[in-house]
């Protein structure tokens, strides 16, 4: 936060799943609720049935 932003202003806090973004926002700011973006999530699905349809034939 060295942009002289008052991180408990925030509210929301948007990312891709990735764990390094998760690391990065992880209780900055203090209040401000997590949420996955739109695109990131259909893709996770995507991939996760095809490597459980594979795993299973």
Do not use: W, Y
Request: aromatic share 6%; glycine share 8%; charged share 25%.
């Amino acid at each position: 936060m060295d942009h002289n932003g008052d991180p408990n202003r925030v509210t929301l806090v948007t990312c891709d799943m990735s764990p390094g973004f998760a690391k990065g926002i992880r209780g900055r700011p203090p209040d401000a609720a997590g949420v996955i973006d739109e695109f990131h999530t259909p893709e996770s699905l995507a991939l996760s049935a095809s490597a459980f349809r594979v795993s299973n034939e």
